[in-house]
């Protein structure tokens, strides 16, 4: 497993804002994910984030709205950028370990936009 | 067809009874299968996974798989009020993008 924490735990933005979130890990990982979850639904994947170069995008999101950073194999940053209330979320980086597909996730980032 | 369909609950079930969390999925290339629970207001928590068709016992879980009929669940005996959750079913399809289930909810009465 994996040590993972995220910065800031949860935030309050205005509408048309940005917001950079950070994921930390404390050992090198195969592979970052970003996930959004609304309240009450399931885990959405938003992109794969990719060290040294552009991360992938799941369909529905695109990188303007959500650019990503993979300066290293610990460390990740999602900004969510032009924020409107849709964005209110929890935000969840999640990674993979060695070479097995079992996930653990950070505990998240509350986002809410006013 | 949803590709991970999981009955949303919520499951109730008596205080040391056996919990049944059911889980079927679409994508017959699936390989390995991963079940999270999440606690109310915390993030996905991994507490099985299998790979081959069969029962895999971890405690008081079980993991049981069918891949002739794409299905697989989780058995929670003994069950505790401390396993109220949310139940995620995972099926991986190989690389490393996992799809997740939208989760069954559990309650577990004292």
């Known amino acids: 497993s994996a040590v993972i924490s995220q910065k800031p735990s949860r935030d309050i933005c205005q509408r048309g804002t940005s917001l950079t979130i950070q994921c930390q890990v404390d050992?090198?990982?195969?592979?970052m994910f970003w996930y959004r979850q609304q309240p009450g639904q399931s885990l959405t994947l938003i992109a794969t984030a990719n060290q040294g170069s552009e991360a992938t995008y799941e369909s529905g999101f695109v990188i303007d709205k959500f650019p990503i950073s993979r300066p290293n194999l610990t460390f990740s940053t999602l900004t969510v950028s032009n924020m409107s209330p849709e964005d209110s979320s929890i935000y969840l980086c999640?990674?993979?370990?060695?070479?097995?597909?079992?996930?653990?996730f950070g505990p998240g980032t509350r986002l809410t936009v006013t | 067809q949803k590709e991970v369909e999981q009955n949303s609950g919520p499951l109730s079930v008596p205080e040391g009874a056996i919990a049944s969390l059911n889980c079927t999925y679409s994508d017959r290339g699936s390989q390995s299968f991963f079940w999270y629970r999440q606690y109310s207001g915390k993030s996905p928590e991994l507490i099985m996974f299998?790979?081959?068709?069969g029962d895999k016992e971890d405690g008081r879980f079980t993991a049981q798989l069918n891949k002739a009929s794409q299905y697989v669940s989780l058995l929670i005996r003994d069950s505790q009020p401390s396993d109220s959750a949310t139940y995620l079913c995972?099926?991986?399809?190989?690389?490393?993008?996992?799809?997740f289930g939208a989760g069954t909810r559990l309650f577990v009465k004292a």
């Open positions: 299998i790979y081959s068709n």
């Open positions: 995972a099926p991986n399809t190989g690389g490393f993008k996992t799809i």
């Open positions: 050992s090198q990982v195969t592979m």
């Open positions: 999640s990674v993979v370990t060695g070479d097995s597909y079992e996930q653990y």
